[in-house]
C-alpha cells in the first residue's frame, strides 16, 4: 500500500499521457479511417481502392510493436527521424485507422443496394447517396466496433514505452523497479485502465441508445428529431 | 354514362383511338411525339440474355404497362431505362435525346424509378423522404422543396403524415410515399416496378388508386405489374415480355385477346388465379 501511496503521483502523471496519447491517436484514427473508409466504399475508381485496402492491408496485418519500432527506429536509416511523440501518434493512429477504415467501409457496405437504388433514382449523386442516406443509417452500426477500436487503442498506449515514451506502463515498471512492489502497482495501472474503459464504453452504450432511440422515431423525440432532419434535407 | 372518372378517361381514351389512327409501340416518325423511344433494347449477364431487342414507344402522358412472367426481363427493362443496369445496348431517346448523353443523376431525375420493396430513407421522416431528391438533385430551396412535397403527398392521401417515420406507416403509405418521392421530381416518365406485390391484398387497392391519379394527371407511365385487370385499366398500351422478348404489345384489348400461343397460354393462366406471381421477385 506504501508503495501505492508513495508513486501514485507519479503514476498519474503517466496516465495523463496516456490519455494524451490515447485522444490524439484516436482523433487521427477516427478521422483518417472515416475518410478511408468512406471512399473505399463510395470511390470507383479502381486504383484508389487498390490503395486504401494496401494500407489497411499493411496496418492491420502486421504487429503494433513492429509498426512502432519502424516508425522510431527504421524511419532514421531514409533520414526521417521522429521525436518518440511523433512516432506514437502516428504509429498508433495509422495503426487505429487501418482498422477503422474497414469498420466504416464494411458498416456503410451493410446499408444494403436497395436504399443505394431508392436514393440513386431519386436523382442523388453517389456522393450525396453516400453521405445523405448511407452515412446516417450506416453510422450506428460503426458504434460498437468503433467502441472497441477506442479501447483497444488505449490499451495500445502501454507499448509506447519501448520508445521511451513515459506513459502509464513504463512509470509502473519503473516504480516497480525502486519498490518491486509488482503486484500492488501492476494492479494500480489496470484500475487506471479500466476506468477509463470503462467510461468509454458507458459513453458509447449512451450513444447507441439515443441513435436507437431516434431510428425508432418515439414519441418523445419525434418532433425534435424530424425538425433536425428535415432542417439539414 | 361512366360510374368512374377512371372509366370516364378509358372511354375517352377509346373513342379517340378509335377515330385516330393506332400509333402502337413501335410506331415510326410520324405519330404522336414519343417521350420515350426504345430501340433494340439488350441486356445480358455472362452468357445469358435477359432482354433482347426491346423495341416501343411511350407516347406524352400515356402509361404503358408491361406483364410477363418472372424472370421475363420486366424489372431489368426499367432499371436499364433509368441506368440502374449499366450493360444495356440499344438505344433510348428520351424526347428525341439520346440518353446515354445525359449524366446518369440527370437522367434518373428525369425518368424516375419507384420500386417493389419501397425503401424509404429510415432516418428521414416522410416530409424529408420527399424533399430530399428536390433539394440534392433539383437544386430547390428548402421551402419551394417542402410545398412541393406536402403538395405531392396530399395528392397520394397522405397529409398530416409528414413528421412521421417510415416504420410507423402501413406499407400502403409507404409505397404511396415513394410515389410521391419519385412523382414530385417531376419526371418526364416515371417506371413503377410492381409497386403492389410487397403489399397486404386490402393495401394494393389504395396504391393502384394512386397510380391511376397519376395516369390521369397526364404523367407519363411505365407500369410493371403482375395485376393483369389492373395493367388492362391503367394502361393505354400493353407490352407482354417472356424471356426478355416483345411477345405481343398493343392496346390492353388487343393484347389480352391475343392469338398468341405464349400470350394466351399466360393469361389464361392468370384467368386461372395460377399465374405466378411471387411477392419481392426480381428478374
Not at chain 2, 46 to 60: D, H, N, P, Q
Request: net charge positive; with cysteine.
Amino acid at each position: 500500500m506504501n508503495a501505492i501511496g508513495e508513486n501514485l503521483p507519479f503514476l498519474l502523471g503517466g496516465f495523463v499521457l496516456t490519455l494524451g496519447y490515447a485522444a490524439g491517436a484516436l482523433v487521427i484514427a477516427m478521422v483518417l479511417g472515416g475518410v478511408l473508409g468512406t471512399a473505399d466504399y463510395a470511390v470507383a475508381h479502381r486504383p484508389v481502392r487498390w490503395a486504401i485496402r494496401g494500407f489497411v492491408g499493411l496496418f492491420r496485418n502486421t504487429p503494433f510493436i513492429v509498426q512502432l519500432y519502424i516508425w522510431f527506429f527504421g524511419l532514421p536509416y531514409v533520414g526521417v527521424q521522429l521525436s518518440p511523440a511523433a512516432a506514437s501518434l502516428a504509429g498508433l493512429g495509422l495503426y487505429g485507422a487501418g482498422y477503422v477504415t474497414e469498420i466504416v467501409r464494411a458498416a456503410l457496405a451493410g446499408v444494403g443496394t436497395e436504399q443505394e437504388e431508392a436514393a440513386l433514382s431519386v436523382g442523388l449523386t453517389h456522393w450525396d447517396l453516400t453521405l445523405r442516406v448511407v452515412w446516417p443509417q450506416g453510422f450506428p452500426a460503426m458504434v460498437p466496433a468503433l467502441t472497441n477500436e477506442a479501447v483497444a487503442l488505449v490499451k495500445n498506449t502501454s507499448l509506447l514505452g519501448f520508445i521511451t515514451v513515459t506513459e502509464l506502463t513504463l512509470r509502473t515498471q519503473q516504480a516497480i523497479s525502486s519498490t518491486f512492489a509488482s503486484l500492488p502497482l501492476y494492479l494500480t495501472a489496470g484500475v487506471l485502465y479500466l476506468v477509463v474503459n470503462v467510461l468509454l464504453t458507458v459513453l458509447a452504450r449512451r450513444m447507441e441508445t439515443v441513435l436507437a432511440r431516434r431510428r425508432r422515431g418515439s414519441a418523445l423525440n419525434r418532433g425534435r428529431t424530424s425538425r433536425t432532419e428535415t432542417a439539414n434535407a | 354514362m361512366p360510374d368512374s372518372p377512371v372509366e370516364d378517361r378509358e372511354m375517352t381514351r377509346r373513342d379517340e383511338s378509335a377515330d385516330a389512327p393506332r400509333s402502337g409501340p413501335g410506331t415510326a416518325a410520324g405519330g404522336p411525339p414519343a417521350v420515350l423511344d426504345v430501340r433494340g433494347l439488350g441486356m445480358s449477364v455472362g452468357a445469358t440474355a435477359i432482354l433482347s431487342e426491346v423495341s416501343f414507344r411511350l407516347e406524352k402522358g400515356n402509361t404503358l404497362s408491361v406483364v410477363g412472367p418472372s424472370g421475363s426481363g420486366k424489372s431489368s427493362l426499367l432499371r436499364c431505362l433509368n441506368r440502374l443496369e449499366r450493360a444495356c445496348a440499344g438505344s433510348v431517346l428520351l424526347n428525341g435525346v439520346p440518353t446515354d448523353t445525359v449524366a446518369a443523376p440527370v437522367l434518373r431525375g428525369r425518368i424516375g424509378l419507384v420500386s417493389q420493396k419501397f425503401a424509404l430513407f429510415g432516418h428521414l421522416d416522410v416530409l424529408a423522404n420527399v424533399t430530399l431528391g428536390l433539394r440534392r438533385a433539383r437544386r430547390m430551396s428548402k421551402q419551394d422543396a417542402r410545398e412541393r412535397a406536402g403538395s405531392w403527398l396530399a395528392r397520394v392521401g397522405l397529409a398530416g403524415l409528414e413528421r412521421r417515420r417510415p416504420h410507423e406507416l402501413s406499407g400502403g403509405q409507404q409505397q404511396r410515399v415513394a410515389i410521391a418521392r419519385a412523382a414530385a421530381l417531376e419526371p418526364e416518365v416515371l417506371l413503377l416496378d410492381e409497386v403492389t406485390s410487397a403489399l397486404d391484398p386490402e393495401l394494393v387497392e389504395e396504391v393502384e388508386n394512386v397510380v391511376l391519379g397519376l395516369a390521369r394527371g397526364g404523367t407519363s407511365l411505365i407500369v410493371v405489374t403482375h395485376e393483369i385487370p389492373f395493367a388492362a385499366k391503367v394502361a393505354d398500351v400493353m407490352l407482354m415480355l417472356e424471356g426478355g422478348q416483345v411477345v405481343e404489345t398493343g392496346p390492353p384489348a388487343d393484347v389480352l385477346g391475343s392469338g398468341h400461343p405464349r400470350a394466351r397460354r399466360f393469361f389464361a393462366r392468370h384467368a386461372r388465379g395460377t399465374g405466378d406471381r411471387p411477392a419481392g421477385d426480381r428478374e
